[in-house]
């Protein structure tokens, strides 16, 4: 990366301050740029789900991974629900989704509780045996009295298929039959998954985030206090496939013994640290035995760290500065916080991170762990908060006495709750993740990168005002 010339210098900047110039491209598709990642995170996508309660969880670290890339489970999991869910996100299918299933005497109430759960938004009624033998959605369960059997509701003309199907035969089938979902069975007629019409498409775009043994991905979080050691140990015999150890000022003496005590378990798998901003802040932790440094101070969209302590930096200049440094050290950054727009990952893959975590963004999706509730005008939103708030820290502080909870509760840097409402056209975190996609790919087409350290390499950064970011807002109401 470079700045246009008599640029950057003297500038601290942020995603909307910086523009990617267009440059003489032989890419002449957005299909021929490889979004994979080089830093050993084994992501196919270049995006990460941060560690945040209302965010990462078992449904978006399968569905996540499915598409290539990675979920990180928060450090306040017991590491006995980490390796349960580990276990679950690592048993699950490829290419089709897990499906909500019920009985045929199961009451409509329960698929209506159900139904948000999956962005498929669809229940399989399935009988003794694990067959499917009908299927509701909203449409079946609108106007029906709640305590009705599904039994009596349920749409009975299925689309099933092999689970082995290839997804292009899949699609020509649904869009034959004009159905948006498909139910794969085994020899045996029992459910497998489930494939939506989009999910076909998807499966011939993405390739999964797998380990090894051809399992899905999902990486797991620790703090810098307590027993490291024995929460590391517990991590890795989880099967975790990355481990981040994580703080919210990750250049501090508790950090750099945290990586001591992970390393002296010898991890065979990548080991992330942060959060810094500054050049020598990675280099402590990359000498301190991390392979990666998550980068970002204040950016997130429920942190309050710079209104409360004035401490922080403005998130592209800290990427830019923190990748260079990783990149002598032979190290990575991953770009943590800021991102509200698929420019903005575009922006921080071209500043030299080789991947973008995403937080806030993504607790607006059903799947993130939270319920879906509606708002006043019926809205439908789930609840996010910040990892160092009032409300997470009461979480974290439950082995605690009183007295000890009520005083850290005096301390919060974080909101601690914030409604995030689903984006009609993108409720899924799989709409998300194509929208994200489409702007990185199309970003490199501009460029002429066909991968990711391309892109770093030939990016060419200009300085805009307010009003130049302005200009580039779309204005669908006119003006």
Same mark, same amino acid.
């Given at each position: 990366?470079?700045?246009?010339?008599?640029?950057?210098?003297?500038?601290?900047?942020?995603?909307?301050?910086?523009?990617?110039?267009?440059?003489?491209?032989?890419?002449?598709?957005?299909?021929?740029?490889?979004?994979?990642?080089?830093?050993?995170?084994?992501?196919?996508?270049?995006?990460?789900?941060?560690?945040?309660?209302?965010?990462?969880?078992?449904?978006?670290?399968?569905?996540?991974?499915?598409?290539?890339?990675?979920?990180?489970?928060?450090?306040?999991?017991?590491?006995?629900?980490?390796?349960?869910?580990?276990?679950?996100?690592?048993?699950?299918?490829?290419?089709?989704?897990?499906?909500?299933?019920?009985?045929?005497?199961?009451?409509?109430?329960?698929?209506?509780?159900?139904?948000?759960?999956?962005?498929?938004?669809?229940?399989?009624?399935?009988?003794?045996?694990?067959?499917?033998?009908?299927?509701?959605?909203?449409?079946?369960?609108?106007?029906?009295?709640?305590?009705?059997?599904?039994?009596?509701?349920?749409?009975?003309?299925?689309?099933?298929?092999?689970?082995?199907?290839?997804?292009?035969?899949?699609?020509?089938?649904?869009?034959?039959?004009?159905?948006?979902?498909?139910?794969?069975?085994?020899?045996?007629?029992?459910?497998?998954?489930?494939?939506?019409?989009?999910?076909?498409?998807?499966?011939?775009?993405?390739?999964?985030?797998?380990?090894?043994?051809?399992?899905?991905?999902?990486?797991?979080?620790?703090?810098?206090?307590?027993?490291?050691?024995?929460?590391?140990?517990?991590?890795?015999?989880?099967?975790?496939?990355?481990?981040?150890?994580?703080?919210?000022?990750?250049?501090?003496?508790?950090?750099?013994?945290?990586?001591?005590?992970?390393?002296?378990?010898?991890?065979?798998?990548?080991?992330?640290? +942060?959060? #810094?901003?500054?050049?020598?802040?990675?280099?402590?932790? =990359?000498? *301190? %035995? &991390?392979?990666? @440094?998550?980068? !970002?101070?204040?950016?997130?969209?429920?942190?309050?760290?710079?209104?409360?302590?004035?401490?922080?930096?403005?998130?592209?200049?800290?990427?830019?500065?923190?990748?260079?440094?990783?990149?002598?050290?032979?190290?990575?950054?991953?770009?943590? +916080?800021? #991102?509200?727009?698929?420019?903005?990952?575009?922006?921080? =893959?071209? *500043? %030299? &991170?080789?991947? @973008?975590?995403? !937080?806030?963004?993504?607790?607006?999706?059903?799947?993130?762990?939270?319920?879906?509730?509606?708002?006043?005008?019926?809205?439908?939103?789930?609840?996010?908060?910040?990892?160092?708030?009032?409300?997470?820290?009461?979480?974290?502080?439950?082995?605690?006495?009183?007295?000890?909870?009520?005083?850290?509760?005096?301390?919060?840097?974080?909101?601690?709750?914030?409604?995030?409402?689903?984006?009609?056209?993108?409720?899924?975190?799989?709409?998300?993740?194509?929208?994200?996609?489409?702007?990185?790919?199309?970003?490199?087409?501009?460029?002429?990168?066909?991968?990711?350290?391309?892109?770093?390499?030939?990016?060419?950064?200009?300085?805009?005002?307010?009003?130049?970011?302005?200009?580039?807002?779309?204005?669908?109401?006119?003006?």
């Amino acid at each position: 990366m470079r700045f246009l010339e008599g640029q950057g210098a003297g500038y601290e900047l942020t995603y909307d301050d910086v523009f990617l110039l267009p440059s003489c491209s032989d890419v002449g598709s957005r299909f021929d740029a490889d979004l994979s990642t080089v830093d050993g995170s084994g992501t196919t996508i270049p995006l990460v789900v941060a560690n945040m309660t209302a965010v990462a969880g078992r449904r978006m670290a399968e569905t996540v991974a499915r598409r290539g890339g990675l979920v990180v489970l928060p450090q306040d999991v017991d590491p006995a629900v980490v390796a349960e869910t580990v276990k679950w996100v690592k048993s699950r299918h490829l290419v089709l989704d897990t499906p909500l299933t019920l009985g045929p005497q199961d009451a409509v109430a329960d698929a209506l509780n159900l139904l948000p759960k999956r962005a498929h938004r669809a229940v399989v009624v399935l009988d003794s045996a694990h067959r499917p033998v009908g299927l509701v959605t909203e449409a079946e369960l609108s106007g029906v009295d709640r305590f009705a059997r599904l039994a009596d509701v349920a749409q009975t003309d299925l689309v099933v298929v092999p689970a082995d199907a290839e997804p292009r035969k899949v699609f020509d089938q649904l869009n034959r039959r004009r159905q948006e979902l498909a139910l794969a069975v085994d020899a045996e007629d029992r459910l497998v998954g489930a494939l939506t019409t989009t999910g076909t498409l998807r499966a011939d775009l993405y390739r999964p985030a797998v380990d090894s043994s051809g399992r899905l991905r999902v990486a797991a979080a620790l703090g810098v206090n307590g027993d490291v050691t024995a929460k590391t140990e517990a991590l890795l015999a989880a099967g975790v496939d990355v481990l981040v150890v994580d703080t919210a000022h990750g250049h501090q003496r508790k950090m750099l013994d945290a990586l001591a005590a992970v390393q002296s378990c010898r991890p065979s798998v990548p080991v992330v640290a +942060g959060n #810094v901003v500054s050049g020598q802040g990675t280099r402590d932790l =990359l000498d *301190a %035995g &991390a392979d990666i @440094v998550k980068v !970002g101070v204040g950016p997130g969209a429920m942190c309050t760290t710079r209104m409360m302590t004035g401490v922080g930096r403005p998130q592209f200049s800290a990427v830019a500065e923190c990748a260079c440094a990783a990149r002598a050290a032979g190290g990575y950054v991953w770009a943590d +916080g800021g #991102v509200r727009h698929p420019r903005d990952v575009a922006l921080a =893959l071209a *500043a %030299g &991170a080789s991947n @973008v975590m995403i !937080g806030s963004w993504f607790a607006g999706t059903y799947e993130s762990p939270g319920d879906l509730q509606r708002d006043e005008t019926g809205q439908p939103y789930k609840e996010s908060y910040g990892m160092a708030s009032k409300r997470a820290v009461a979480a974290r502080t439950t082995r605690d006495d009183s007295f000890d909870r009520a005083r850290k509760a005096l301390f919060e840097e974080g909101i601690s709750t914030a409604r995030m409402y689903l984006d009609p056209q993108r409720p899924g975190v799989e709409d998300l993740i194509d929208y994200i996609c489409a702007g990185v790919r199309s970003a490199c087409t501009y460029v002429g990168a066909r991968t990711l350290p391309e892109l770093a390499e030939r990016a060419v950064i200009g300085v805009q005002s307010a009003a130049g970011f302005a200009e580039g807002r779309p204005l669908p109401q006119g003006w």
